[in-house]
């Protein structure tokens, strides 16, 4: 892997609607629901989102985490296949 290669920030928590697994949280933009992942935290710490994310957590009664993922270099190669 790269040095260039970033961390992931993600917001996670358990699913609101009873299937007691772990996922990734969505947020509410303009353009509709999106994952709540990012390669910088700034961007993770806006206080529109903060402020979803605790009605979320106070609505569903399940606590919500902002999770670090560092990259460890794991090769899959997706090559193209022959044509005719």
């Known amino acids: 892997m790269s040095d260039e290669s970033p961390d992931l920030f993600a917001w996670i928590g358990r699913d609101e609607f009873g299937s007691g697994e ?20 700034e961007k993770m710490d806006r206080p ?25 270099e794991t090769v899959v190669t997706i090559t193209p296949r022959p044509r005719g």
């Open 22 to 41: 772990v996922g990734l949280k969505r947020g509410r933009v303009p353009a509709g629901d999106i994952p709540l992942v990012a390669t910088r935290r």
């Open 48 to 72: 529109a989102l903060l402020a979803q994310l605790q009605a979320q957590a106070d609505d569903y009664n399940v606590e919500i985490r902002l999770v670090r993922y560092t990259g460890v």
